[in-house]
């Protein structure tokens, strides 16, 4: 008896629970219905009238704050309404996002980071898009050469060129070449496979693959991989670390491995938040930047310029039409490094990681 | 015989049978049969395996099988509460996602919260590390009474009760951490789990703290007789709702303790850490013996098959060549499981 009752005072409490949880929402779901996003996801403040535009991530990483940044402060100067929806690092997730924007009629362009560059799902949702009469542009990440009417545009870094710079920097750090090995969340990301590339078509032939390590976006099987790597590898020269958390990753094991730090290099690429310690110390050699500010900042503004039709201004971002590499630069610990002699006006654009962190600081940023 | 005097003789019987077995053998006798016995041929058979297929021998350098440990560590802090609960009859699918949860809700305390708090300061400090986990930990209690809550009072079978917050505590990972990484950088906090010293520690005290727990006390016989047999166990006069409620209780704040040290091993708690881990916890318990309809597995058992679960997955790593290894990695590890599991079945048969 005395259990039915405290059963009924429960199940009335749940219910009560359950109202408040969804009066709660009622608020939210008001503002969905008018375009925004989850609680998930970051919003600038929206100007009356504004373009409303959706950035949509691949992963949740902390370089996409950077892309944020530069999306808001893009959206401020712009006069647009922008939001991020980040995405969990799946390519269903990613298809998701994108039928979410088709089912807002008020958003009139998406930004987005293709996750995959030939899945079909989401090319499909993309082209959904577009005949929905929304204008859509990849970032960061584009689509496959052969899937390009998907979008109307990239703005984003050109990966084999940044592959190259890497390849470059790890030849001045050893100039004898080396067994590499190479670390990334999953190799068959476009991304990845034309950093690897570019890698070893930067470094030259001294270098050679020895296996390229997976973890499918897990930091602690990141890190797992650098050690078997390490054990089943005892002459490696260079550890590549592809994405940015493995990075941190490298570093974190090399700093345990004294004998590894004197004879291997290690060439990563993004600069994560909790590797700029890593660089300072020196347990990194060089890291290759992409601009992610310059990503959010560009894709505002071509997103307003597509929608206004401003053909002029649509030319200055993408003056082949289609693309705009944001650039890179080359992070080293200090300015005695030798990569330091590959730098501008020869070529690539290397800093010291002080100089980094200045301009960081600048954009209000932790991460690039 | 009144209710409460049979619940006194049960429970000196409990005391007495507490160190024989389901044969009522001694100690001794026990422990010479006991399952576990296979777990351990295999490692030594993995083992051996690996020194005689890899002639560098590089699987077994100190820094290699530091590595082991360190994983053995950090995954069996989540196996231990997922085999309290196997061996209690239930399931406990929300693991990963209290990790996920809780690995965001310290970090935030670290980086947000704390030090707004007048007089504490922003830099992560001792005091800073031990507030955040204690109340990581308080989370990981309250999210295990909502499980008990769920299950004893709403009814729910454990399978579904964990589902929904499987999903559901993910979602409110999510909105803490605004669907952002969180990055702690302080090594005060990183240690605990990036540094065997404290990582492997915490961990064997965990793990002999709770094989007492399970195999030597009154509390842990009646996990047992609730997992065999809930009916027979209520009408034995256990308190059942209250034993699911310290079995949930458990996994729960252990999944938050794992929480941490993953927080602190990867230098940020983050919304979308430890899918699947639920599986690997639970994957564990079942090779170390867990039977997943309950009452049969132990603590020592779970943690010598997350051994031999690490040392394959290591030693696959180091052994394969010609071909990337991580892609043949989970066909290797379905196999051992398969063939574990199988063994375990076959052993219990024969002694049945």
């Known amino acids: ?368 | 015989m009144s209710d409460s005097a049979d619940v006194g003789v049960q429970k000196k019987d409990a005391k007495k049978t507490l160190n024989r077995d389901e044969a009522g053998r001694g100690p001794i006798a026990a422990a010479l049969r006991a399952p576990e016995w296979g777990l351990i041929a295999a490692i030594i058979a993995s083992l051996a395996f690996i020194y005689k297929v890899d002639s560098s021998h590089n699987f077994f350098t100190a820094y290699s099988l530091e590595n082991v440990l360190h994983n053995v560590a950090l995954y069996g802090v989540l196996s231990l509460g997922a085999a309290t609960v196997i061996i209690a009859g239930g399931i406990d699918l929300s693991v990963g996602a209290v990790v996920a949860l809780s690995s965001v809700f310290c970090s935030k305390l670290l980086i947000e919260w704390l030090p707004k708090i007048p007089g504490l300061g922003s830099e992560i400090t001792i005091a800073h590390v031990a507030i955040a986990v204690f109340a990581t930990l308080l989370l990981g209690l309250v999210v295990g009474l909502l499980h008990s809550l769920m299950i004893n009072i709403f009814r729910l079978p454990p399978f579904i009760a964990t589902l929904a917050t499987m999903a559901g505590l993910r979602s409110v990972a999510i909105i803490i951490a605004n669907n952002r990484t969180i990055t702690v950088a302080s090594n005060t906090f990183r240690y605990l789990g990036s540094e065997n010293r404290y990582t492997v520690p915490i961990f064997a005290v965990l793990a002999v703290v709770m094989s007492i727990m399970i195999g030597a006390t009154v509390l842990g016989r009646h996990l047992y007789a609730l997992g065999g047999n809930e009916t027979a166990a209520r009408l034995s006069g256990l308190r059942v709702m209250r034993l699911k409620t310290v079995a949930y209780c458990i996994s729960a704040v252990l999944a938050a303790a794992g929480g941490i040290l993953f927080a602190g091993n990867n230098g940020k708690g983050d919304a979308q850490m430890g899918k699947s881990y639920e599986l690997y916890a639970i994957t564990a318990a079942v090779v170390g013996g867990c039977s997943l309809s309950g009452g049969v597995g132990s603590i020592r058992g779970t943690v010598l098959g997350l051994i031999l679960i690490q040392i394959v997955i290591k030693g696959t790593g180091i052994v394969v060549h010609g071909i990337d290894s991580s892609t043949i990695e989970g066909l290797v590890l379905g196999t051992v499981i398969v063939l574990a599991v199988a063994f375990n079945q076959r052993f219990r048969v024969r002694r049945a």
Request: proline letters at 4%.
């Open chain 1, 1 to 368: 008896m005395k259990q039915t009752v405290v059963r009924r005072a429960f199940w009335c409490l749940g219910a009560a629970l359950s109202l408040l949880i969804v009066a709660g929402c009622g608020g939210d779901a008001k503002d969905a219905g008018t375009s925004s996003p989850s609680t998930s996801n970051s919003a600038s403040p929206k100007p009356a009238g504004a373009p409303k535009l959706v950035f949509v991530t691949n992963s949740n990483a902390d370089w996409w704050n950077a892309v944020e940044k530069g999306m808001e402060d893009g959206g401020k100067e712009f006069g647009c309404d922008v939001v991020m929806k980040r995405n969990d690092g799946e390519t269903q997730g990613q298809v998701d996002k994108l039928k979410e924007c088709l089912a807002l009629s008020d958003v009139q362009g998406v930004a987005v980071s293709v996750i995959e560059a030939d899945a079909p799902g989401v090319l499909d949702a993309m082209r959904a898009l577009q005949k929905a009469g929304k204008l859509v542009i990849a970032i960061d990440s584009d689509v496959a050469t052969s899937a390009t009417d998907a979008r109307s545009g990239y703005i984003g870094t050109n990966n084999v060129k940044a592959g190259e710079a890497a390849g470059r920097a790890g030849a001045a750090l050893r100039p004898d070449g080396g067994k590499t090995v190479v670390f990334v969340g999953t190799r068959s990301a476009a991304n990845a496979r034309e950093r690897e590339d570019g890698f070893f078509k930067g470094a030259g032939e001294k270098f050679t693959r020895v296996e390229t390590w997976e973890d499918g976006g897990n930091h602690t099987k990141a890190a797992d991989n650098v050690v078997s790597a390490i054990t089943k590898t005892p002459a490696l020269g260079v550890l590549l670390g592809l994405w940015s958390y493995n990075a941190p990753a490298i570093a974190g094991q090399v700093r345990k491995s004294p004998d590894v730090r004197k004879k291997a290099t290690v060439v990563t690429f993004d600069l994560d938040e909790a590797a700029v310690p890593d660089i300072q110390d020196g347990m990194i050699d060089a890291s290759v930047c992409q601009n992610p500010y310059e990503m959010g900042y560009q894709g505002v503004k071509l997103l307003k310029a597509l929608i206004q039709k401003d053909e002029k201004t649509v030319k200055e971002i993408l003056p082949d039409g289609k693309t705009r590499d944001t650039g890179v630069r080359v992070i080293v610990p200090k300015a005695d490094s030798p990569v330091m002699k590959l730098n501008k006006p020869k070529g690539d654009d290397v800093i010291t990681i002080e100089e980094m962190k200045k301009w960081l600081s600048s954009k209000g940023l932790k991460s690039s």
